[in-house]
């Protein structure tokens, strides 16, 4: 399979690390030391872009059947469910601070025609009056055997096609009168093959992974096994999950007062932690699973956007609350490259706006970035380089946040899991806790180093941090204001042996 290429940019210095080879498992087998250099020049003018790959416009649609003739297809009922025109929704990401965005509407019956002759041409009328913004056209795939996810078509003469296509042949509630082939997991498998073997691969995410859980480790309509199965079958295509869920503003009523019955997400049986999904937020939980076998699964934070806190919804506004920030420079094509490998850091209430990792063998000339991978040798040491910018400025909520704690997390590397139900992993830890005795401060800069001795196989680290005290992320209660309780993560960054 292709090698994808990444590099980092850190204190104006440009690190290139070394192309990188996926198996059939979405992990890497080998780092071959050709193509630096053409990895430093793909790394060129490359900045960290915020936005969100989950946003409903008025074509995410109500349906209502004619009782006078229950055998023809609903009629779609716009502005129902989502509330906003594509444009409203760019211009509202645009004006808090996002530089891209995907509109992704959920289906129904036929909804692939709804899309291709009227949300497509909306979509095209957006991209001319916000140009600032970077629109991706896509959709929430209602996905076969699960929930919901976030597909994101590449930017092209043929996208509108392209989503046709795949709509119309695989989403779950297209097909009328209902097929119930549609709805199993092999038909997923299925759709991914068939979004594998394209020439222009969109992207799939899973969203609000554990909105349907029932409790911490007891999963709904997602589970572990099928995101293994998913990214074994397109490690290109399906690369990872929602971190954060959207409807962060559940808790939040229209005057801006808390609903002490609101639940942030919309997790009602298995609660958010510190806003984040069970399956992300668990030190040494599923995700941290899937990073010890290798797999290259990504996370992301969306607003999930309907209707907005304001208007009575439980939605902020895309880039009100959650951003996806990815290392790209300004052309969708970059923008979709990152989403695919890696380069992305999620935050919260704007806790921060920059987040850089590098990594490099002690006295090397290589480095990588989220996303990348080193090569060492058994007993080397791992230098490790946290810089970050902590915004001085008011967040949309009006606050000042401060980042309190950054945690340098790590685990083994031991490839794959017997259990493919497995949802932790045993060797991942906390390996350094910095707080602001620990960091250097330039103006809204924080610069954090940290030295792994004697790193004996193959590991992954990843960066996370709150304004909070809270060693670990703890169950968001009911009524919480969400502007209390702010979080980023980063994605991880591989160290391989020789």
């Known amino acids: 399979m292709k090698a994808f290429l990444t590099g980092v940019a850190l204190a104006g210095l440009l690190l290139p690390t070394v192309a990188l080879t996926h198996d059939n498992h979405g992990g890497l087998t080998e780092a071959k030391a050709a193509g630096r250099a053409s990895s430093a020049k793909a790394a060129k003018g490359r900045k960290w872009l915020a936005g969100d790959h989950h946003i409903h416009s008025e074509f995410s649609a109500d349906y209502e059947v004619d009782p006078a003739n229950p055998n023809a297809a609903p009629k779609p009922l716009l502005g129902k469910d989502g509330r906003y025109t594509i444009s409203r929704n760019a211009q509202m990401g645009a004006s808090y601070g996002l530089n891209w965005m995907v509109s992704t509407d959920h289906g129904g019956p036929l909804h692939s025609r709804l899309n291709f002759e009227q949300a497509y041409p909306e979509l095209l009328v957006a991209r001319k009056t916000v140009p600032q913004i970077l629109i991706f056209y896509g959709m929430e795939f209602d996905t076969p055997a699960g929930d919901h996810s976030s597909m994101i078509i590449p930017f092209t003469k043929g996208e509108r096609a392209q989503l046709r296509d795949i709509e119309s042949r695989f989403s779950k509630r297209e097909a009328f009168p209902t ?74 009523k229209p005057d801006g007062s808390n609903d002490p019955e609101g639940a ?216 919480e204001n969400p502007w209390d309780d702010l979080w980023f993560y980063g994605n991880p960054v591989f160290v391989a042996m020789k």
């Open 264 to 479: 942030r997400g919309g997790y009602r049986n298995s609660p958010t932690l510190g806003g984040f999904d069970q399956m992300t937020a668990r030190l040494g939980g599923f995700w941290d699973s899937m990073l010890g076998e290798g797999r290259r699964w990504w996370i992301t934070a969306t607003s999930d956007s309907h209707s907005n806190w304001r208007d009575g919804g439980s939605d902020f506004w895309p880039g009100e609350y959650s951003k996806t920030y990815v290392h790209a420079r300004r052309d969708h094509g970059d923008v979709l490259d990152g989403l695919r490998n890696g380069r992305v850091f999620v935050t919260t209430g704007d806790l921060i706006s920059e987040l850089d990792v590098s990594v490099q063998v002690h006295g090397g000339k290589q480095a990588a970035m989220m996303g990348g991978m080193i090569m060492a040798k058994p007993g080397d040491d791992i230098d490790v380089v946290i810089r970050l910018r902590d915004p001085a400025g008011a967040n949309h909520g009006g606050f000042t946040p401060d980042v309190a704690r950054v945690d340098l997390i790590v685990g083994d590397v031991t490839g794959p899991v017997a259990d493919r139900t497995t949802d932790k992993n045993a060797t991942t830890r906390v390996e350094k806790r910095f707080t602001a005795a620990d960091w250097t401060k330039a103006g809204e800069v924080l610069t954090m180093r940290h030295t792994l001795r004697a790193v004996r196989g193959p590991i992954y680290l990843r960066v996370r941090g709150t304004n909070t005290g809270q060693a670990e992320p703890i169950t968001d209660p009911k009524g």
């Open 179 to 252: 097929d119930p082939a549609r709805d199993t997991e092999p038909k997923m498998i299925e759709a991914l093959r068939y979004m594998k073997a394209q020439p222009r691969q969109p992207v799939v995410i899973a969203n609000h992974p554990s909105r349907s859980a029932k409790d911490v480790g007891v999963y709904g309509q997602y589970t572990p096994a099928e995101f293994r199965n998913w990214n074994d079958t397109a490690p290109t295509v399906s690369v990872g999950m929602e971190g954060a869920p959207g409807h962060q503003a559940g808790a939040l």
